[in-house]
């Protein structure tokens, strides 16, 4: 089967850097994915790893080590607008290659 | 950017009726879109996957006879919630793989369903 982990809520101050942590269980590996959802809004992407190391995009940077089963994502200089909860995902190696969501991180940003 | 829609993007429905939700990818083609419900503050659950062309798979513990889906074309599928009940309120969302090479889901903003 497959699991994933992470911290239910983090808070954070504005301008500050927060690191959500995620680990996973898959029988199969094919890259670990984040989304952040606002309330009432649906999921959007973020970024992607498949391989092991460091990918940036702009405030947001994720990374992956996939022999320890295990990635962040981190977001620098904090906005009021990145209060929302990020989800951390793995792709299915089965049934159509579906993905599989960690429980979500809700993230509390405060002035 | 690969953009889905859905809709209605709320409905109000009586207990014992039935609600169809359409999924559509506008500007792209989808041969498999995915249908997630999400409870308020949990992850989202996956509930099927839809396929163009033949039956949808659906998750373990998710009635096929309750919760039909048609993948009608590449760029539709739909949900429909058949005798809905009150439980079956929930935020419905769907989402179609993107084709530029890396695992990435497009969601559509999703449905509000509340049965009386």
């Known amino acids: 089967g497959q699991s994933l982990e992470q911290p239910s809520e983090v808070t954070a101050v504005e301008g500050a850097i927060v690191q959500i942590n995620c680990t996973y269980q898959t029988s199969g590996f094919y890259g670990l994915s984040w989304y952040q959802q606002h309330d009432g809004g649906a999921p959007t992407f973020l970024s992607y790893n498949a391989l092991d190391g460091l990918e940036e995009t702009g405030r947001f940077s994720s990374f992956l080590s996939r022999s320890d089963s295990y990635g962040y994502l981190l977001l620098q200089e904090l906005q009021m607008k990145d209060s929302a909860s990020y989800f951390c995902?793995?792709?299915?190696?089965?049934?159509?290659?579906?993905?599989?969501f960690g429980a979500g991180t809700r993230l509390f940003v405060k002035a | 950017g690969a953009v889905v829609s859905q809709h209605p993007s709320w409905v109000i429905c009586k207990s014992g009726t039935s609600v169809k939700i359409e999924c559509r990818s506008l500007?792209?083609?989808?041969?498999?879109m995915f249908w997630y419900r999400q409870f308020p503050k949990q992850s989202l659950m996956l509930m099927a996957t839809s396929n163009e062309g033949s039956k949808a798979t659906y998750e373990q513990g998710v009635e096929k006879d309750k919760f039909l889906i048609n993948h009608a074309s590449l760029t539709l599928s739909t949900l429909t919630v058949t005798s809905a009940h009150p439980e079956d309120s929930s935020f419905y969302i769907c989402?179609?793989?993107?084709?530029?090479?890396?695992?990435?889901?497009?969601f559509g903003p999703g449905t509000r369903l509340t049965v009386l």
């Open positions: 500007d792209f083609q989808a041969t498999t």
């Open positions: 989402s179609a793989p993107g084709t530029s090479g890396i695992w990435v889901q497009y």
């Open positions: 995902a793995v792709r299915g190696n089965t049934g159509g290659f579906k993905t599989i």
